[in-house]
């Protein structure tokens, strides 16, 4: 691992290899991958506009994630947070009991 060299501001300059985009909260640079001839991750590629044109919103079904706006409606359809279709065979609440403990199910009388 490459020691992070010390700018004369008094920031660190990222890792070989690391993201560039620097996190205010944690006072330090992001220590995600980047992609070959890249300078941001993933996420963060929208930090810099003259590296990428294309725009990153966030997931509608779950905003911890971006995704490029072109590419929406296909990340839709393959989003782990999205609903996905119940068995044929699920009955919800099969195993819930009685609601009201006075109810008797006309099947048991």
Do not use: W
Request: include cysteine; proline fraction near 6%.
């Amino acid at each position: 691992m490459a020691a992070a060299a010390l700018t004369p501001h008094g920031t660190v300059f990222p890792e070989e290899g690391r993201c560039g985009y620097f996190v205010e909260k944690k006072k330090r640079f992001c220590r995600m991958v980047v992609a070959a001839g890249k300078r941001f991750c993933g996420e963060h590629a929208g930090a810099s506009e003259e590296e990428n044109a294309r725009k990153r919103i966030l997931c509608p079904l779950d905003p911890k994630h971006t995704v490029y706006e072109d590419r929406l409606a296909k990340h839709l359809k393959k989003c782990n947070s999205r609903e996905k279709p119940k068995p044929d065979f699920f009955i919800q609440d099969i195993n819930a009991g009685l609601k009201d403990e006075t109810e008797i199910p006309d099947q048991l009388v």
